[in-house]
């Protein structure tokens, strides 16, 4: 006589899911483990990788700090060749080379400023221009000032309506009243020289309206008599 089928308790099924799972666990693990090893390796590279650049570029900030610290005193001194060339042999880095070797990093894109700065003073404004439309740090005062720059060697270039455009948007940057308020008279005037009188008109009644205590405020009635 056949016996009857034992009926397996609750435990005992748990404890035969738990081996059949182990065991599918297993064969799953020796059926890709090669991948998977691979798979691991690259994550380990690409998180080495990520640490090594993050780890230079701090590096890299601090040598272009410190070089650009040494470089800018000839800057305010208003030698400004020497502040782009700095003195070969030395260890006297110029803007030049600090941007070219660092120019991603926090202060390499200081420097970029800087270098546009210098090219303007000594009046090469296509040079200062590619510097300052370069920049592309997060410093909103910053950016401000390179649109500022770039509308300064569109105005000496006489591309009146460009430099009107870049001064607004400097205005529009950085929210410094002194600054912004120059910004403004600079952007009407050059709008005035491109005879766009409209747009002139606003901006200047804009100053003299909401920047009443500003020097820039001071000089509006001069233009705004030339509309």
Known sequence: MIGKKKKLTKKELQE??????????QEF??????????IAGSLAVIVLAILW????????????????????SY?????????IDGEPGTQLIGLNNIVDN???????????????????ALG???????YYSDYSGDSKLHQSSAFAGMAACYEQKGQFEDAADLYKKAANTYDLKSQKSEYL????INYIKAGNKEEAKDLLETLKNDF???VAAREVEKYLSQL
């Open 16 to 25: 035969d899911k738990l081996v059949t799972s182990f065991y599918k666990s």
């Open 29 to 38: 693990f020796d059926e890709y483990k090669q991948k998977l090893i691979i």
């Open 53 to 72: 650049y993050v780890n230079k570029k701090s590096d890299d900030n601090l040598k272009a700090a410190s070089q650009l610290s040494e470089i800018v």
């Open 75 to 83: 800057f305010d001194m208003g030698q400004y060749q020497k502040a």
């Open 102 to 120: 660092y120019g991603s990093t926090e202060q390499g894109e200081i420097a970029k400023i800087y270098l546009a700065k210098s090219y303007y």
């Open 124 to 130: 090469n404004y296509d040079q200062a221009l590619e």
């Open 185 to 188: 008279l600079n952007s009407g």
């Open 212 to 214: 009443k205590t500003t």
